[in-house]
């Protein structure tokens, strides 16, 4: 276990501090604010809560476990990768692993644009209802219907979509800016979701909700779904593998505190996530004609409990009901948005590295995601294919950081880059659980393709939403892509930072790049 030696600040030192060298953040709570965004999303508001749902609380103890010896130990390796490189993934990879491994930082950078291209689509349903919850739109009207006429490409739904772009770009203009739009949204999550579950706890009947949902039993431990399902929420929620973590602190000053910075990324998150259980579960029960019901609702996938079980229930509020589906929608797009602003970075910060300015390399992202996501703005079956390939695709960017880990050497990274700067002391069995990751992120790639092969019977199929065999295929080809031009991909990087040894300080070059 990863010991807690000693804590040498007060809380307003760890929020607040003035950092003694150069950094690209304002403050560490800008720093906090920014990571903490790249990881609360939409899965802590509507996944999480219904496999709560479904599972108990043995869920949140398997996943707390996950990200105490698995996410937290992959933080601090990305953390050092983005500072000792001062690169984006791609760049990183090649300075601390050589040259030949570039490949490794590219493929996932291209996955989880990918994964942004449907990703922005699902912030456009969010905005699209907020805007419905004001209006009265799904009021009177099939709930099921009306989702089916947006997430296939209404106008008003390409309209909203359209407007999160733009305020995408916007917002990553400067580093600065991204910092300052994360300062504001992620408290304003946070109060949000505090008000929603307050009004939630205070119906009759919600009280059942939480003992149904967070109620366990010890044969919950013996169900493998269950430790699936959880690891998984817990790597697609803190992202080890994303690279978010890589491009964030390419800009962090030299003496920043990497492993209270991962704690109070990884807590935050899972605070986050309980809000959401806390706010929705409630509802659910508490609004539902029976705990039957409320069960079936919260089994009916993220899109059926949230777009249409939810929807309903507000309606049955009257005029209550617009205010707190507003306010919930307005969460649930600040949650998307607040991360699809980080999300970005990967991609950006190595068009940067390659020598184009911010503006250029932002302004081509945009682009790749206007284009690129116009098939999942008009099919929800695009975008659920695309959400199976790209997320299960994630659990290769966990598993190259272990790999990284471990060709970096655990004990090098824990004496001569994390311990140097961090207040929280690691010990030796950080060493051990880096030296396994690789074996678990293999195992949870195995089990998730032997799952893939049983969801349609032809599991070899290039066209089917959800086989394999659209998987593999997929896979393969950004495999080969960035594979075949690895070389050209690793020498289009124009830096080289890492000395072998500690952290440089931030550049002025890096920390004013435009």
Not at 7 to 35: A, H, P
Not at 295 to 312: D, P, R, W
Not at 498 to 511: A, K, P, T, V
Request: with cysteine; glycine share 8%; hydrophobic share 50%.
């Amino acid at each position: 276990m990863i010991c807690l030696i000693q804590y040498e600040k007060s809380l307003e030192d760890i929020v607040m501090q003035n950092e003694t060298s150069k950094s690209g953040y304002s403050s560490r709570f800008g720093l906090i604010c920014v990571l903490i965004a790249a990881s609360v999303g939409t899965g802590n508001i509507w996944r999480f809560p219904r496999l709560v749902a479904s599972y108990g609380g043995a869920f949140i103890v398997i996943m707390m476990i996950f990200t105490i010896i698995l996410m937290i130990p992959l933080g601090y390796v990305e953390n050092v990768m983005g500072r000792a490189s001062r690169h984006g993934a791609p760049g990183a990879f090649r300075d601390m692993l050589g040259e030949k491994f570039t490949w490794l930082g590219s493929f996932n950078m291209v996955v989880y644009f990918l994964m942004l291209c449907y990703y922005m689509v699902v912030c456009g349903w969010t905005l699209r209802y907020a805007v419905l919850s004001v209006t009265g739109g799904y009021y009177g009207v099939d709930k099921a219907e009306l989702f089916n006429i947006e997430s296939n490409g209404s106008v008003g739904m390409i309209i909203c979509w359209l407007i999160c772009l733009v305020l995408l770009y916007f917002c990553v203009t400067k580093q600065s800016t991204l910092e300052a739009a994360t300062k504001i949204m992620v408290p304003s999550l946070a109060v949000i979701l505090i008000a929603l579950m307050v009004y939630a706890l205070t119906r009759e009947g919600s009280v059942e909700g939480l003992k149904y949902s967070f109620s366990m039993k010890v044969s919950d431990f013996t169900n493998p779904s269950i430790w699936l399902d959880a690891i998984t929420q817990a790597i697609w929620s803190m992202g080890p593998g994303t690279y978010i973590i890589i491009a964030s602190s390419k800009y962090t000053a030299k003496n920043e505190d990497i492993a209270l910075n991962t704690h109070l990324q990884c807590y935050g998150d899972m605070s986050f996530a309980v809000l959401g259980a806390m706010m929705i579960l409630p509802c659910v029960f508490a609004l539902s004609p029976s705990n039957e019901a409320a069960i079936e609702a919260c089994a009916s996938g993220n899109n059926g409990l949230t777009f249409i079980a939810l929807t309903g229930l507000f309606e049955t509020l009257g005029g209550a009901g617009r205010v707190v589906g507003t306010l919930f929608f307005i969460a649930l797009f600040v949650a998307a948005f607040s991360s699809a602003i980080v999300m970005i970075t990967p991609f950006t910060n190595h068009l940067i590295d390659t020598g184009m300015t911010r503006k250029k390399a932002n302004t081509l992202a945009t682009l790749g995601l206007l284009i690129i996501g116009i098939p999942s703005v008009l099919s929800q079956d695009f975008l659920t294919n695309q959400d199976n390939v790209w997320g299960i695709g994630l659990f290769f960017g966990g598993l190259f950081i272990s790999i990284a880990g471990n060709v970096i050497g655990p004990e090098k990274l824990r004496e001569k880059f994390i311990n140097p700067v961090s207040d929280i002391k690691i010990g030796k069995s950080f060493d051990i659980l880096i030296r396994i990751a690789p074996f678990i992120f293999g195992v949870i790639i195995l089990a998730w393709t032997i799952q893939s092969i049983g969801w349609d019977p032809q599991w070899w199929s290039l066209f089917s939403t959800s086989s394999f065999g659209t998987m593999f295929y997929q896979w393969a080809v950004v495999f080969i892509f960035v594979f075949v031009f690895n070389k050209k991909i690793a020498r289009s990087i124009k830096k080289r930072y890492y000395n072998g040894e500690s952290f440089e300080e931030l550049s002025e070059e890096i920390s004013n790049e435009k």
